[in-house]
């Protein structure tokens, strides 16, 4: 399995961002994915993620209305749009997939994770 994280950046706060994570070697559509955030000196926490069947969507909930989670079964990829981007956004955002139907909020339970993204929002 491989996840492919793209999309990250510099931005200025207020700006929006649209991150995409390539999924391969796996069955894309049986697979709940998820991003993660990881700042420095900071745990590694959840963002929001996407569950395999039916497509329910869960978020951090400091980032409800703010933050979309979406996939494409077609290009076997997930998006994460970020909106009304903040400085408290700045992270290295992570995807991550397991062969289940639970989407975890802790990190440890997932099986697969991408080498991450830079996100840097300026003030």
């Known amino acids: 399995v491989q996840l492919v994280e793209s999309g990250g950046g510099l931005v200025q706060a207020g700006d929006s961002l649209r991150l995409s994570c390539a999924a391969s070697g796996l069955t894309f559509r049986t697979y709940s994915l998820g991003w993660f955030r990881q700042a420095p000196g900071k745990e590694r926490e959840f963002v929001a993620g996407?569950?395999?069947?039916?497509?329910?969507?869960y978020y951090r909930d400091s980032l409800k209305g703010r933050f979309l989670i979406s996939r494409d079964g077609a290009k076997n990829t997930v998006y994460l749009q970020m909106n009304s981007t903040k400085p408290e956004d700045t992270a290295v955002y992570f995807c991550a997939a397991d062969p289940g139907r639970t989407v975890w909020t802790m990190a440890t339970h997932w099986n697969y994770w991408g080498q991450g993204t830079q996100v840097t929002v300026s003030s």
């Open positions: 996407i569950a395999w069947p039916g497509g329910s969507t």
